[in-house]
């Protein structure tokens, strides 16, 4: 389990980007190996059967021709000298010429294949043979049937061109063999390297293959669980959750957005925070918007019961006004009078008297009142 959590923390150290690089790599790795160790057993594979074919089967037919060759051309002077006539003379040089000519061709065609230092040391040993053979056998034995020498022809074939053609059979054997030798080598080494390039791929499968799925599931679940961390982070604090704590570790893109989210939820913390802050503001200017109502309506009522006073004190000016005015009526009929009886001055002066102190007494009273 320390293992696994120690895992994935050294994973989340790469971004995801480079996880994925890295993944891909490993597989263009293992297909590049696979694809390499193919190409390679496959043109190994065609050399091998090139050199099986060109240099080995070839070689066989060649050979195989150059045996048949040196026994048919014994044969024909034979058969020359038992039909001396001049037309079968000439068949039968013929074919024995072009017989020779054919099996030089296919000499030189074989020394130009690949030959190993055994093979060269018995095709060199069968080239001289083969050349003693013509120049001492073939051609003098040709030359005694077109002039007539049977007797020289026929001591050529016994003594000369019989043992060499079984001495050239017998120089060929080993060549053969060799052929037969060598493409049995050619295959063995080719079954050897198919096993081993069986063998490493079955090997390389067994090791890179777990390895690889331990990397793509932890990789996956890594993501994963990362992914699962950050949407359930992005849902809470979206249903106005700003107490969740949010950490963020690694260097990758999760990391990255987790660190985002933490750096969002600040954010949202310090705009509440103000939010909070402003309405507490908004509510203490309320409060004192309200007590200043609360001030102006009592002031309100205030100069509403003062105005009601002023009502009542004009009512009370208007009543003495009224007085006052019957107060002057009465003096000017009794100034009127005081005129006209002038004999009742005494008493009458007496009452204007005190009908002027009820006038000063109303006026002061009234100055008072306006005041």
Do not use: C
């Amino acid at each position: 389990m320390h293992f696994i959590t120690v895992g994935r923390h050294a994973m989340n150290q790469f971004k995801i980007s480079v996880r994925l690089t890295v993944l891909v790599g490993i597989l263009s790795v293992m297909l590049i190996f696979g694809a390499a160790m193919g190409l390679y057993g496959i043109s190994k594979t065609a050399d091998s059967l090139h050199t099986v074919y060109a240099d080995r089967t070839v070689p066989l037919g060649q050979l195989a021709e150059m045996s048949r060759v040196s026994t048919r051309n014994a044969l024909l002077i034979g058969m020359a000298q038992a039909d001396p006539l001049a037309e079968a003379i000439a068949r039968y040089t013929k074919e024995i010429q072009e017989n020779t000519a054919n099996a030089n061709k296919q000499w030189a065609d074989y020394l130009a294949t690949y030959l190993t230092e055994d093979e060269k040391t018995l095709a060199a040993k069968y080239d001289e043979l083969w050349k003693k053979y013509q120049k001492d056998g073939l051609e003098p034995a040709i030359a005694a049937l077109k002039t007539g020498e049977y007797n020289t022809a026929q001591n050529l074939l016994a003594d000369f061109i019989n043992p060499m053609s079984t001495q050239l059979t017998v120089t060929m054997k080993p060549l053969l063999q060799l052929q037969l030798e060598v493409a049995k080598s050619e295959y063995d080494a080719a079954v050897t390297r198919f096993t081993v390039i069986r063998n490493l791929a079955v090997v390389s499968l067994a090791i890179s293959l777990p390895l690889l799925g331990w990397f793509s599931l932890s990789m996956i679940r890594n993501i994963s669980r990362s992914l699962n961390e950050a949407a359930d982070l992005a849902h809470a604090v979206a249903k106005g959750d700003l107490t969740v704590n949010i950490q963020a570790s690694g260097k990758d893109e999760i990391a990255q957005l987790m660190t985002a989210l933490r750096a969002m939820s600040d954010s949202l913390v310090q705009v509440v925070s103000s939010v909070r802050s402003g309405s507490e503001s908004v509510a203490m200017a309320s409060a004192e918007i309200a007590q200043g109502n609360n001030d102006l309506s009592a002031r309100t009522e205030q100069q509403a019961a003062a105005l009601e006073e002023t009502s009542a004190s004009m009512s009370e000016l208007g009543s003495t006004v009224n007085q006052n005015a019957d107060s002057a009526r009465q003096a000017n009929q009794l100034a009127t009078t005081a005129s006209s009886v002038a004999v009742q001055g005494g008493e009458v002066v007496g009452r204007v008297v005190e009908t002027m102190k009820d006038i000063n007494a109303s006026s002061q009273k009234i100055a008072d009142i306006i005041s």
